[in-house]
């Protein structure tokens, strides 16, 4: 398969059309912004460890009944996924209070949420992601009543699947946000789940194992994404194994 032209450029991912009808290329950036692009940094690394932390979770998911985009790998940070109809949606499912739900609601941070709470925003950075709710995605068109419905069973069943996983490991899921897209009338989960966009804690001493070192400045950022990519897929990096 080629790569073809630039579709679109994201924050942290570049999309790239492709000489294969209905495929995609997504490339994951060494990018990483934060506070609507506020803040803006090139950390070397970041995009291969994002993509290889994609790549398992989506093959997780989809051994476990979810369609997801994802295809295959061309290499660390390119992978080949389904081309999708994006739906403008930020699906955030929260386990505990934790980011913008404890600034802005009085939940203390740490509070579980069970059962665990869907907020849904409407992507549009120029907005600043508004909060929808279901009266306002169906006014807005941006889905039927069906389709809103199966996004937060899927989305839900991501929750599950995933918290799991990740206890396992002796981490918590405390958020994460997830995106959707049409093939037809099939909705699939698209985009990525990553550190950048999941909020996870070590289950043991509390600390942020995600983009929250880098948002607060809470320490070195590629060595934490290093060792967290290590654990969710089980395998030690090359760079790992330097240390
Ligand atoms: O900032 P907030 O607490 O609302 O974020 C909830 C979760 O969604 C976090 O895991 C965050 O990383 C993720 N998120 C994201 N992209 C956004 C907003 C939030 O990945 N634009």
């Excluded at 991912?13 to 090139?42: M, N, P």
Aim: charged fraction near 30%.
């Amino acid at each position: 398969m080629k790569q073809k032209d630039l579709l679109y450029t994201g924050k942290a991912k570049s999309v790239y059309r492709t000489d294969a009808k209905g495929k995609l290329i997504v490339e994951f950036r060494d990018d990483i912004t934060a506070f609507d692009g506020g803040k803006k940094d090139v950390l070397a690394k970041k995009g291969s460890y994002n993509a290889e932390v994609s790549r398992f979770i989506f093959e997780y998911l989809e051994e476990h009944g979810v369609k997801t985009h994802f295809l295959s790998m061309i290499d660390e940070r390119r992978m080949v996924v389904r081309e999708l109809a994006m739906v403008p949606l930020e699906v955030i499912v929260r386990n505990v209070a934790a980011g913008s739900i404890v600034r802005n609601y009085p939940f203390k941070e740490g509070t579980p949420l069970n059962p665990p709470v869907i907020v849904i925003d409407y992507k549009d950075d120029s907005r600043h992601d508004p909060m929808l709710n279901d009266d306002l995605i169906i006014a807005l068109g941006l889905t039927t009543a069906q389709e809103l419905a199966k996004i937060k069973t899927v989305a839900l069943e991501i929750n599950r699947l995933l918290s799991a996983l990740l206890l396992k490991q002796g981490i918590t899921l405390v958020d994460f946000k997830i995106e959707f897209g049409r093939q037809g009338r099939t909705i699939y989960l698209g985009d990525e789940i990553s550190m950048d966009s999941m909020r996870l804690w070590d289950k043991k001493t509390g600390a942020s194992l995600d983009k929250d070192v880098y948002r607060f400045n809470k320490g070195d950022v590629m060595a934490t994404y290093n060792n967290v990519a290590g654990r969710i897929t089980g395998k030690k990096s090359p760079a790992q194994n330097k240390r």
